[in-house]
């Protein structure tokens, strides 16, 4: 190449090239020589400076000589990194050649400060940081209060009890549900109570926002005296605390119930929050509420407490454990004492009727008026459902179920919150109660008649008859140990007690024609009269109303027998009645036609269910069925109110949350002619007076009954009434076997150390004792006077007479002059008592007509008859005296006078007496 175009080399000292490669090599860590070449020069030239290749030569060379890892041209595998050179600053990316640091956004470590300094962060730092968390904690309130929700309060601080009530409505038990609460409304809390609560636990109350900071630290500072004052939580947030959440003590949950509160004081208006905390607060003594605490502590309504009664209720918010004067030892045995809590409850009480004056929420000349401290009463044995309570809340119970139009179920009712009222007089239960517990103390000995006394039951019913009312029931022992409600349906048959309605149903529908039945049906009846007169002879054999014997389905024929086998030939209804003879009313009862009967039964109040025996066997008229004391002791009422039917009740209202949802309204139905009544009872209140029944007399006043017995001895009744009550009385004895469902009846024969138990027995002696106990202050009322009814006629193979007006004395031959008159004996029956005072005159019985010193009736045939129908007309006279001693020669009635039918044994005896 020519000389003139090859590039003059620049010298060694000058230009720009030079001053670069002389700072590059300045910079390495070993200087390179600046003539010659050595085995290390990169360039390998002989002896010469390599010659400079542009930008990019000088740059990798720059690099080369910036510092190796050792090497002495510097040309190490690595990057240099070194400092400032002596000649200005090194331009390559070496960290030994670093720029002052930029300050950060968030300076910390602090740029440019050193050792502690530089960890001290600035006040604009700490000002941010402070400023960022609040906002950063306001912006995550205000999402957690936009996100919670008001949770539905608890099912536990919902859980009411359902309050049973007297009928004076007093309280009898509060039951039903898991908790004693009865919730409220507002308007039912007294203002005193709501003042109270405000000014010893929320004064801002009113107008705070569920949340009052200032309570919170007057609380802390009070708390820290040791001064009294409210709880720094207000009113709103012990209502959610209570109602709303768990009450497990976590941040997590007062985080949650912080905002709860001030969406609930939000939302809900101050009235809403009130009642239903004073609806959730505990008070002590199981009572949940301020209703509970108000029928728990003073026995009355909360709309009935007086300031000071409040207040007192409003201290045991503060914790009833410690401030209820009955002392709370379960709590605390030694803190909780009755002396500590009375002293502590009085400071409190005085305290918080002093600060209604000074927030002024009550006058001082009020606060006067409440010196003495209002001590509430003692704590109450829980009687919960023990004794008869369970049986009358059972009854209750069921009755409101089968007869609300609001539909309210099983399930609503479990729930609690109504108040039921009843018709159950307290003083009748315990009388009852007492009545049959007497019996059980002074006659039965299981220890001494193990297989005799064991398992005896009594069951019994009381019913008003004017309006169908249950006064009082007896169902067993105790709810607790027997589960079987006596008062209800039993299985028990009721015996001869079912012969009243066979009465009623000849007096009202008539005993059938066999001659004119088939052409006029129905029609050609005759109405039946307690005088007329049927047969009541031992295994009588029973007719249909035609005259053809009765046969069962296997063609054998019916043969009635009578208690102790007796034969009393032709007596009249009243008479059978009386001695319970079974031969004459079973007769009557095919006479009339059993479905008459059952449609009499069921006129007065019993029921067509599976409690009501086959109505097309003759057994049936003498009560082969089994309702329950309270239905029989209404079927009695019915004859007792003259024949208005009164179907009987146990509930006469009942309400929720204050309003009334059942309201019981009597209804009153006709069931049977008033003469047709009055003459049933005519011929029970003779039972009573004369007959089997004389137990049950109770001097001085009209009463009715029938005794009853059945087959076997099974089981026996009395059923009674006097103008005003209606009472019934059941006995029966189990076997065994308690857990079995269906327990079988055992015989009777020896309990109580009876040879034999009827209804005049132990039945007719509870009965008594009871009604003399429950009718002591009562008006004592007569029986409504029985009109003449119906024909006396003659049935179940009683000889009927040849008429009167039609009758012609035969002939005879003039009498010598030494022959004396004599008249004939006459060939009818005896006539009924009442024909010898005038045909129509029921009120007038001559119990000692003629000669005749018979007992009952024993002498009201003039003389021809003596004792019960006793001996054959006109051939004996009646000369002894008693309770239904026999004269002529009858047979004694059994039982000393007192005797009931007895039937012969399942479908051809059936039951009776």
Same mark, same amino acid.
């Given at each position: 190449?020519?000389?003139?175009?090859?590039?003059?080399?620049?010298?060694?000292?000058?230009?720009?090239?030079?001053?670069?490669?002389?700072?590059?090599?300045?910079?390495?860590?070993?200087?390179?020589?600046?003539?010659?070449?050595?085995?290390?020069?990169?360039?390998?030239?002989?002896?010469?400076?390599?010659?400079?290749?542009?930008?990019?030569?000088?740059?990798?060379?720059?690099?080369r000589g910036s510092g190796g890892r050792g090497g002495s041209d510097g040309g190490g595998r690595r990057r240099g990194g070194g400092g400032d050179g002596p000649e200005g600053p090194d331009r390559g990316r070496g960290r030994g050649n670093q720029r002052p640091a930029k300050k950060r956004f968030i300076d910390y470590p602090r740029a440019g400060k050193y050792g502690v300094r530089r960890w001290v962060p600035s006040w604009r730092l700490v000002s941010s940081l402070c400023i960022g968390f609040l906002g950063l904690l306001m912006g995550l309130a205000g999402l957690a209060y936009a996100m919670v929700a008001k949770p539905e309060v608890n099912a536990a601080a919902k859980a009411e009890n359902n309050v049973y009530y007297w009928a004076d409505n007093t309280q009898m038990v509060a039951t039903g549900g898991e908790v004693n609460r009865q919730v409220i409304g507002y308007e039912q809390i007294p203002e005193a109570m709501r003042n109270a609560v405000i000014s010893a636990e929320n004064k801002s109350f009113d107008h705070d926002k569920g949340i009052d900071p200032m309570g919170i630290a007057r609380a802390v500072v009070n708390m820290a005296k040791?001064?009294?004052?409210?709880?720094?939580?207000?009113?709103?947030?012990?209502?959610?605390?209570?109602?709303?959440?768990?009450?497990?003590?976590?941040?997590?949950?007062?985080?949650?119930?912080?905002?709860?509160?001030?969406?609930?004081?939000?939302?809900?208006?101050?009235?809403?929050?009130?009642?239903?905390?004073?609806?959730?607060? *505990?008070?002590?003594?199981?009572?949940?509420?301020?209703?509970?605490?108000?029928?728990?502590? *003073?026995?009355?309504d909360a709309k009935n407490l007086d300031p000071s009664q409040c207040a007192f209720l409003a201290t045991l918010l503060k914790g009833a454990g410690y401030y209820d004067p009955a002392g709370a030892p379960e709590v605390d045995p030694k803190e909780a004492t009755a002396e500590k809590n009375l002293d502590r409850a009085r400071k409190r009480w005085k305290w918080i009727l002093d600060e209604e004056v000074k927030d002024g929420r009550m006058k001082q000349s009020e606060r006067l008026k409440y010196k003495d401290f209002p001590m509430p009463d003692p704590p109450k044995k829980d009687a919960q459902l023990g004794?008869?309570?369970?049986?009358?809340?059972?009854?209750?119970?069921?009755?409101?179920?089968?007869?609300?139009?609001?539909?309210?179920?099983?399930?609503?009712?479990?729930?609690?919150?109504?108040?039921?009222?009843?018709?159950?007089?307290?003083?009748?239960?315990?009388?009852?109660?007492?009545?049959?517990?007497?019996?059980?103390?002074?006659?039965?000995?299981?220890?001494?008649?193990?297989?005799?006394?064991?398992?005896?039951?009594?069951?019994?019913?009381?019913?008003?008859?004017?309006?169908?009312?249950?006064?009082?029931?007896y169902g067993g022992k105790d709810a607790t140990q027997h589960y079987t409600n006596n008062a209800d349906p039993t299985g028990a048959a009721v015996g001869s007690t079912f012969k009243p309605f066979v009465l009623a149903a000849a007096m009202e529908y008539g005993k059938r024609d066999p001659a004119g039945i088939a052409d006029q049906g129905d029609s050609q009846r005759k109405k039946v009269s307690p005088k007329s007169i049927y047969n009541a002879d031992n295994k009588l054999k029973i007719k249909k109303y035609n005259g053809d014997i009765w046969t069962d389905e296997n063609g054998k024929e019916w043969l009635q027998t009578n208690d102790g086998n007796e034969s009393r030939g032709d007596i009249t209804l009243r008479e059978a009645m009386q001695w319970s003879a079974n031969s004459p009313y079973v007769q009557l009862g095919m006479d009339v036609g059993t479905d008459k009967v059952k449609k009499a039964a069921m006129a007065a109040g019993l029921k067509d269910d599976r409690n009501m025996a086959d109505s097309n066997v003759p057994s049936f008229s003498i009560g082969t069925s089994s309702p329950s004391v309270i239905r029989m002791a209404g079927a009695y009422a019915t004859f007792a109110a003259s024949g208005q039917q009164r179907e009987p009740f146990s509930v006469t209202q009942v309400k929720k949350l204050g309003n009334v949802i059942y309201q019981h309204e009597t209804v009153t139905k006709r069931a049977f002619d008033n003469a047709v009544a009055d003459n049933v009872t005519d011929v029970l209140k003779n039972v009573v007076e004369k007959g089997t029944g004389t137990p049950a007399r109770l001097p001085g006043r009209d009463v009715a009954g029938k005794t009853g017995t059945t087959d076997d001895n099974l089981s026996a009744w009395f059923v009674g009434y006097t103008p005003q009550l209606s009472t019934a009385i059941s006995m029966y004895r189990l076997d065994d076997n308690e857990k079995h469902k269906n327990r079988k009846f055992e015989k009777m024969y020896g309990t109580g150390g009876e040879e034999k138990i009827h209804g005049a027995s132990f039945p007719a002696q509870i009965w008594h004792d009871y009604m003399a106990e429950a009718?002591?202050?009562?008006?004592?009322?007569?029986?409504?006077?029985?009109?003449?009814?119906?024909?006396?006629?003659?049935?179940?193979?009683?000889?009927?007479?040849?008429?009167?007006?039609?009758?012609?004395?035969?002939?005879?031959?003039?009498?010598?002059?030494?022959?004396?008159?004599?008249?004939?004996?006459?060939?009818?029956?005896?006539?009924?008592?009442?024909?010898?005072?005038?045909?129509?005159?029921?009120?007038?019985?001559?119990?000692?007509?003629?000669?005749?010193?018979?007992?009952?009736?024993?002498?009201?045939?003039?003389?021809?008859?003596?004792?019960?129908?006793?001996?054959?007309?006109?051939?004996?006279?009646?000369?002894?005296?008693?309770?239904?001693?026999?004269?002529?020669?009858?047979?004694?009635?059994?039982?000393?006078?007192?005797?009931?039918?007895?039937?012969?044994?399942?479908?051809?005896?059936?039951?009776?007496?």
């Open positions: 190449m020519s000389e003139h175009r090859r590039k003059t080399p620049q010298p060694q000292g000058g230009g720009r090239a030079a001053t670069r490669r002389a700072t590059q090599q300045s910079s390495g860590r070993r200087a390179a020589p600046s003539h010659g070449v050595t085995s290390e020069s990169p360039s390998g030239s002989h002896g010469e400076d390599a010659p400079y290749g542009g930008r990019a030569a000088a740059r990798r060379a720059a690099q040791g001064g009294q004052t409210q709880g720094g939580s207000t009113i709103t947030q012990q209502y959610v605390k209570n109602s709303r959440l768990s009450q497990e003590q976590t941040l997590s949950r007062k985080f949650e119930e912080l905002f709860i509160t001030l969406k609930v004081g939000k939302e809900e208006d101050k009235k809403t929050i009130m009642a239903g905390y004073l609806n959730v607060s *505990y008070y002590g003594r199981g009572a949940s509420g301020l209703q509970a605490a108000a029928r728990t502590y *003073y026995g009355m004794g008869q309570t369970g049986y009358l809340v059972d009854l209750a119970k069921s009755y409101f179920l089968n007869n609300n139009t609001h539909h309210v179920t099983a399930e609503m009712l479990s729930q609690g919150g109504y108040e039921i009222h009843t018709t159950f007089d307290r003083k009748k239960v315990g009388q009852l109660n007492k009545a049959v517990k007497r019996v059980y103390d002074e006659k039965m000995d299981p220890k001494k008649r193990p297989d005799k006394d064991t398992h005896v039951q009594f069951g019994g019913g009381s019913v008003d008859p004017e309006t169908g009312a249950i006064k009082a029931i009718m002591k202050n009562e008006k004592v009322v007569a029986f409504p006077k029985a009109e003449p009814i119906g024909d006396t006629l003659y049935g179940g193979g009683a000889s009927s007479p040849e008429p009167t007006p039609s009758y012609t004395p035969p002939p005879s031959p003039p009498p010598s002059p030494s022959d004396t008159p004599t008249p004939s004996a006459p060939t009818s029956p005896s006539p009924d008592p009442s024909e010898t005072c005038g045909t129509w005159d029921w009120n007038c019985q001559n119990d000692s007509g003629g000669t005749a010193e018979g007992g009952d009736n024993g002498g009201t045939d003039s003389g021809t008859t003596g004792g019960d129908n006793g001996g054959t007309p006109g051939t004996s006279t009646g000369t002894s005296a008693g309770n239904g001693d026999p004269g002529g020669s009858s047979p004694p009635p059994g039982n000393g006078g007192n005797g009931n039918g007895n039937g012969n044994g399942n479908i051809f005896g059936g039951p009776a007496g």
